[in-house]
Each structure stands twice: as structure tokens, then as C-alpha cells.
């Protein structure tokens, strides 16, 4: 019994062996030749890829063997490089936030003969040479002002102080944005909350927590829109 295959390219006989178009039969040892010899041209491709993967591949032979062992050497090398600035990316962030997480808070109470307030107060962060962020609290108003030398400090988004100003308790009665010089200035003022009002202790542990946010803020490279757009 015969099978034919369309255009009579290659007929199968029962007895196991096969002719091609020109009638001459290809026996088993044929079909593996034919299969090893496409083994070993897709091991060499496959070989000469991962040379051209190596570091200095120039001077590595176009040989299994010579690529091989480079490959073993290699591996070990890759892996601990891979552990080392994954080591150094882990601790990059961990060294900033720790510079940033407690920045010095200067606090000064401002009691006078004619204010008997005793939430009266000023709070400033340790200044920078290019910023500055500094809350006056007088009665039951405080002001807020932000200070960045143009060009060398991230502005904060007015949208950005209004939310945590909100967050803190605070209600503003005005925004002011202005320039001196070579330096951008904003001011608010705002409205001291009723449960803030009556507990000065807790008034002036907010306003440092707004003072250290306003400051860390404003240090975030993702705040892309700045008062410098809105000129």
C-alpha cells in the first residue's frame, strides 16, 4: 500500500522507507542525518548568540567549548554585580529619607504684655542656603512662608500647600506669590481650627508636622507645574 502526498514530492512505502521528487528512496539513516545536521546548525546559532552576549567577545574563540567556559566564569561575576548594586539601590533611598525624615525644628515662643496667648509662636525649619520654610502663629492666625532661590529649588504646587494646609486643621484666609530679587516667596495666611485653638500643645506639634511636610515636599522631583508657570 502507497501513500502519495500532493505533486508526488515524497511517497511512503509500508516498508518504512521514502522516495523524494526524483524517485530516489531515503532511508532511515538519511532522515537522520538530515535531522542531526539541523541540530547542529541551530546548537551553532544558538552558540554564536550567546557569544555576542559576552563582555569582550572579541577576544573569546568562536568554539562551544571556549564559549562555554566563559559563560561559567561570567555567570558568577554577573551574579554578585547584580547583588552589589541591588545592596547599593536598597540603600541609596534608606540614606535619604534618613537625612530627611527629621529635619531641625526651631521653635520660639512669642509672648507679649499685650497677648496673653500662650499658642503664640514661631517655627522654622533649619534653613538651606537655597530655601526656607518658617510659620508664625499669632492668636488664632497662622502664617506660613516658603522662600526658594530661583532656579535651584523644586516650588511647590499651590494645590500642594492649599491640601496640607487643609490637612492640618487650617483654614485659609489668603495666598500671596511674589519675587525678591533672584528669590520666589509664598505667603498664606490661615485660620486656626476650633479643636486646635483650644490645645496649644497639640497646635504646635501640627504646625511642626506641616513645617517637616512643607519642607520634604518640596525636595520631591514629581511636582512638575510650579509658580514659575504661572507668571
Request: aromatic share 2%.
Amino acid at each position: 500500500m502507497t501513500v502519495e502526498w500532493n505533486n508526488d514530492w515524497e511517497t511512503v512505502s509500508s516498508e518504512g522507507k521514502s522516495s523524494g521528487s526524483n524517485g530516489a528512496p531515503i532511508d532511515a539513516r538519511e532522515r537522520h542525518k538530515l535531522a542531526e545536521r539541523e541540530r547542529r546548525k541551530s546548537m551553532r546559532e544558538l552558540f554564536l548568540s550567546l557569544h555576542s552576549l559576552l563582555p569582550h567577545a572579541n577576544t573569546v574563540r568562536k568554539e562551544q567549548s571556549s564559549i562555554l567556559d566563559e559563560i561559567i566564569k561570567y555567570i558568577p561575576l554577573a551574579a554578585a554585580r547584580l547583588r552589589s548594586l541591588q545592596n547599593r539601590k536598597d540603600s541609596v533611598p534608606l540614606n535619604r529619607s534618613n537625612k530627611t525624615a527629621s529635619p531641625t525644628i526651631q521653635v520660639s515662643d512669642r509672648k507679649s504684655s499685650d497677648s496673653m496667648n500662650s499658642s503664640d509662636c514661631d517655627i522654622r525649619v533649619a534653613p538651606e542656603p537655597s530655601s526656607s520654610v518658617a510659620i508664625r502663629v499669632r492668636g488664632d492666625r497662622v502664617n506660613v512662608s516658603l522662600t526658594d532661590t530661583k532656579g535651584t529649588s523644586q516650588t511647590l504646587l499651590l494645590s500642594v500647600i492649599l491640601d496640607e494646609l487643609e490637612a492640618h486643621n487650617l483654614e485659609l484666609v489668603r495666598s500671596t506669590h511674589c519675587r525678591d530679587g533672584s528669590k520666589v516667596v509664598h505667603h498664606s495666611e490661615s485660620k486656626i481650627s476650633d479643636g486646635l485653638e483650644k490645645s496649644p500643645t497639640l497646635l504646635k506639634t501640627r504646625l511642626q508636622e506641616l513645617a517637616c511636610r512643607l519642607h520634604k515636599l518640596r525636595k520631591s522631583s514629581a511636582l512638575k507645574r510650579t509658580f514659575e508657570q504661572l507668571d
